[in-house]
């Protein structure tokens, strides 16, 4: 898998210079030495010890198409179906019958491959519904070289079901699954809608965030790894924050999000608030923002999370704050608290994002700004830091961190952003 915002392209004249990606570089090592990485080492996988209960299934193990029956390959894609994530890793379900409770496995289903497994194909490696419910699952996770095995067992399921006479339920529901199955494999960007959990070591409350399939250039209908970092950062960090709690006078708190998205960042901090001080609106008052497209489902996600009590979802667009300014009657200068989470992927972005944080940050606010390390974008990060000092703005803290997206491991910079 790959980023997708490497394919963005921005103008030739935009293009970072060697030089130019060389100082940035440079200045964002000096912060990096500063700073102890520790990257999360991966756990070697055990060894196969000739016992049949961990004795792994390969995709040659799955039921053979020509002759399993459509209960058996209805299963098998059941459980080839990716588990919930959490927090970008796969979540381990504990029982067999969570496992088949949240894969849709019913008992008919269950008997069928078993019965397979047991009776029709003998294994011993998978002739209880335990073995199977533990093993199929891992082989979704196969490596580059042996995915065109698994794309191939696919398009047989397909080849085999998708024929105009095919139209029992549970043919109907083979050729969805399977073709749901081949998205999966092509990466975040060809996969359908699907929702992510969230978790965090400070709070009580799982996130739970719906993500539309990623279509044209909505790039807020995706929760980005950088946005899972500064929510750690922020959540796990809140009661040591001193601007994290109710104001002093009768003001309530005022806190704006930039760029929601899905809106993890708002939405995690918003929970973290309310695990706090409760959600009387009259000690805070929250806005996360998008643009006009992205802002249904971000409103959706504050309504499932059940903080919409005092959070609103709307419409902000760095371009034309004006709209937004003049329905919430905001003033100049008014918010606490700015969160933003990956806003540079365009020359445009670090003016429009600087110009919102001149415009709506107090002056004794904080702004909280996460972005990810990418190459490409090297330039636009010197420029957001050239312009921050130009229009008066200080860096009070800054860090690395190693975090985690869709297609792997990504490098971040998070920052702390006030007047002078
Ligand atoms: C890479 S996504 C990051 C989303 C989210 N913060 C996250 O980290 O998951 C960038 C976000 O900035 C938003 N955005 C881009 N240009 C914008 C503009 N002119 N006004 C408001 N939002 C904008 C996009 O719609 C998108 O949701």
């Known amino acids: 898998m790959f980023d997708p915002l490497d394919l963005y392209e921005c103008d030739q004249k ?34 196969f010890d000739g016992d049949d209960m961990i004795a792994p299934l390969y995709v040659l193990d799955l039921p053979m198409v020509a002759y399993a029956s ?34 849709g496995l019913d008992q008919d289903l269950r008997e069928s491959i078993v019965d397979w497994y047991k009776n029709i194909f003998p294994n011993n490696k998978a002739n ?5 419910c533990n093993k199929i699952p891992l082989i979704a996770n196969v490596s580059e ?18 024929t105009p006479t095919n139209s029992s339920y549970l043919k109907t529901n083979i050729v969805k699954e399977v073709s749901l199955r081949i998205a999966e494999c092509c990466g975040r960007s060809a ?29 807020g209908w995706k929760t980005w790894g950088a946005s899972l970092i500064l929510s750690e950062i922020l959540v796990e960090n809140f009661n040591k924050m001193p601007n994290f709690k109710p104001n002093q006078d009768d003001r309530p708190l005022n806190v704006l999000e930039l760029g929601a998205g899905t809106g993890l960042v708002g939405i995690s901090w918003a929970c973290k608030w309310k695990e706090e001080y409760g959600d009387d609106n009259s000690n805070i008052n ?12 971000l409103k959706q996600n504050v309504v499932n999370n059940k903080i919409d009590t005092f959070v609103t979802a709307d419409v902000l667009d760095w371009t034309n704050p ?18 933003v989470a990956d806003p540079i992927y365009s020359p445009n972005h670090p003016e429009w994002v600087v110009n919102m944080v001149s415009k709506f940050l107090k002056y004794d606010g904080i702004c909280y700004i996460e972005i990810p390390i990418r190459l490409k ?37 998070y920052r702390e952003i006030t007047h002078k």
């Not at 179906?81 to 927090?87: E, F, G, R, Y």
């Not at 209880?128 to 199977?132: A, F, G, P, Q």
């Not at 799982?206 to 399939?213: A, R, T, V």
Request: contains cysteine.
């Open 377 to 413: 974008y090297a330039k636009e990060r010197q420029i957001l830091i050239e312009l921050l000092n130009n229009h008066g703005f200080k860096i009070t803290a800054d860090r690395y961190d190693q975090g985690m997206d869709d297609w792997g491991s990504v490098k971040y910079l």
């Open 322 to 339: 004006a709209d937004f300014v003049e329905k919430y009657n905001v003033q100049d200068r008014s918010f606490d608290i700015i969160l």
């Open 286 to 297: 929250m806005y996360v923002t998008d643009l006009p497209e992205i802002v249904e489902n």
């Open 145 to 162: 070289i042996e995915r065109s095995s698994l794309l191939n067992y696919y398009t047989s399921i397909l080849k085999k079901y998708e």
């Open 191 to 219: 996969i359908p809608s699907m929702s992510r959990d969230f978790t965090f070591d400070n709070m009580t409350n799982k996130i739970s965030l719906f993500e539309p399939s990623l279509t044209n250039d909505n790039l």
């Open 14 to 47: 935009d293009i970072p210079t060697e030089t130019d990606v060389q100082y940035s570089i440079k200045h964002e090592q000096n912060i990096d030495s500063k700073n102890n990485d520790e990257t999360e080492t991966t756990k070697d996988e055990e060894d």
């Open 70 to 103: 459509p209960q058996v390959i209805l299963a098998t894609l059941y459980l080839l179906k990716p588990a919930t994530q959490v927090n970008f890793k796969s979540s381990k379900s504990v029982s067999t019958e969570e496992i088949c409770e949240s894969k």
């Open 128 to 132: 209880t519904i335990e073995k199977i």
